[in-house]
């Protein structure tokens, strides 16, 4: 399954730039529901406004992730007047959709992880406990384990305890890049007029 993390920044754009932000995350949300993609708001930074939104990242998950963001990375221009500043002439607004890098997530390799079996303690009567079905399984680099106990079946309990690993390596992961997203501010200054890959046109905010 593919994953891409996706920022929407107003980059240094004013008020009325973090509403559009605020608007088009509601409009990104609901299509990718539409289109049942898996999504997580991993940060969402509050603008100087209140139900405004500076910028907002979000993981998305799903096979068709690629084909879907085609039409969501780039420029994004709102028409429209604003409410904050009654008597301003601008009627443009715009703001940035990037994918952000994913490198620096490490894959889980299954050679990093060891096995230790025991047995089960939980529901299952006697046969379950006679035997050592339970799997712990040990993430070698980070000490990070899981016990897993679903299935009698010890095979059983290790291919889910493997994808388990990952889902709590790639939790973590992603926890630290929510707080280094706090420091990362290239995107937010190279939000770019002109050639927008989608454009909102409503008479007033």
């Avoid at 050679?111 to 070698?140: C, E, H």
Wanted: glycine letters at 6%.
């Amino acid at each position: 399954m593919n994953q891409k993390i996706i920022q929407i920044t107003a980059g240094r754009g004013p008020a009325e730039c973090c509403w559009v932000v605020a608007q088009v995350l509601k409009y990104f949300l609901d299509e990718l529901k539409q289109k049942g993609l898996s999504y997580n708001v991993i940060q969402r930074i509050k603008g100087s406004e209140n139900g405004t939104v500076q910028s907002a990242t979000v993981r998305v998950e799903g096979n068709e992730v690629d084909k879907f963001l085609i039409s969501w990375i780039g420029t994004v221009q709102w028409i429209g007047a604003s409410t904050f500043r009654k008597y301003h002439k601008r009627k443009n607004w715009f703001i940035g959709i990037y994918e952000i890098d994913l490198l620096h997530l490490k894959e889980i390799e299954e050679k990093d992880i060891t096995y230790q079996t025991m047995r089960s303690t939980g529901p299952g009567g006697q046969n379950v406990n006679k035997v050592n079905s339970a799997v712990r399984a040990i993430y070698l680099r980070t000490g990070t384990s899981v016990v897993v106990m679903d299935s009698r079946s010890q095979h059983q309990n290790r291919k889910i305890a493997i994808r388990r690993i990952k889902e709590k390596m790639l939790e973590i992961q992603l926890e630290q890049l929510k707080k280094s997203l706090t420091d990362q501010w290239e995107n937010h200054w190279s939000v770019q007029r002109g050639n927008p890959i989608k454009v909102f046109k409503r008479d007033r905010f």
